[in-house]
């Protein structure tokens, strides 16, 4: 059984052209911010720190 699992270091710019619509969410004692776009961050135990990624996601470069 294979397992893949996908890893960001830290809020990686929007691209233009796309619309970013962020959200957090629980995960136990973690909080991650996704995108409709596919991103996701890292997980976080504050969720401050998780929603400081996705403003840093949806941010213009």
């Not at 710019?13 to 996701?40: K, N």
């Amino acid at each position: 059984m294979a397992v893949t699992a996908a890893y960001q270091d830290g809020p990686e710019p929007a691209l233009s052209g796309q619309e970013h619509l962020t959200t957090t969410t629980e995960q136990g004692r973690f909080c991650v911010a996704r995108c409709s776009c596919g991103w996701r961050g890292p997980a976080r135990r504050a969720r401050s720190q998780a929603r400081a990624d996705a403003e840093g996601h949806t941010a213009p470069p």
